[in-house]
């Protein structure tokens, strides 16, 4: 099963540029890389997804390595509001059996953002 | 959007009582997930659903069980609630192969 490691919290500043490294050592071939973002009493919310190379959408950036071995989270110019969890996740799209495929959210990064 | 409802915000349960929570999604996914949130612990997977009527077990399933008799609604059930169960709990959905879950605002249940 492959399972992630991140860093528990991060402090930043507004404005600056946020990456939060996963590392996902075992991810096996039909796994995808996902990270989602969680605010306190609220479900968590899908930023972005990859399976390698580079992925950018209105909100972040994904870098994955040539070897899948870890991922960056890249979120540009944050705000206040960024303050949160995120999660790297690491699995199929589709839910095998649970002896086969499983997702696993790790411990979360909490990134603070200080004005 | 997708939208994942969970039925309870918060809900309080006495020892030993059957407990059902319900989710409802409305956007036709096929799979649907059940986790439990504790400080320190992360999101648990309890049960998930690639299909009506079907289940398989996730990484914390004892204790609980689930329903899932139409598409649109998974429930997860506690047979006899103990006070180990209190917990945030999340529902989620997703079609199959798609790029993302959508969760719910999640249930908070504490049992006394």
């Known amino acids: 099963l492959a399972k992630t490691t991140q860093p528990i919290s991060m402090d930043s500043y507004e404005g600056q540029e946020v990456n939060i490294t996963c590392s996902h050592n075992n991810i096996a071939t039909n796994d995808y890389i996902t990270w989602y973002q969680q605010f306190p009493s609220q479900g968590p919310r899908f930023i972005i997804q990859g399976y390698k190379t580079k992925v950018t959408n209105e909100v972040a950036s994904l870098f994955i390595p040539a070897d899948r071995k870890s991922s960056t989270l890249s979120l540009p110019r944050v705000s206040l509001s960024d303050t949160a969890v995120y999660y790297c996740l690491v699995g199929p799209l589709v839910p095998f059996s649970s002896n086969t495929g499983k997702l696993i959210f790790g411990q979360g990064t909490t990134l603070q953002v200080k004005p | 959007d997708v939208k994942v409802t969970q039925s309870s915000r918060y809900l309080v349960k006495r020892t030993g009582e059957k407990v059902f929570l319900e989710c409802v999604q409305d956007m036709d996914h096929e799979n649907m997930f059940w986790y439990r949130q504790d400080p320190g612990l992360g999101l648990r997977l309890i049960y998930f659903?690639?299909?009506?009527?079907?289940?398989e077990k996730g990484d914390i399933p004892e204790g609980y069980s689930v329903s899932r008799e139409k598409k649109e609604r998974f429930s997860l059930i506690l047979e006899s609630a103990s006070t180990n169960q209190t917990s945030m709990y999340l529902c989620?959905?997703?079609?199959?192969?798609?790029?993302?879950?959508?969760f719910g605002s999640g249930t908070r249940l504490t049992v006394v």
């Open positions: 659903s690639y299909d009506v009527k079907m289940k």
């Open positions: 989620a959905s997703s079609l199959r192969g798609s790029d993302g879950y959508t």
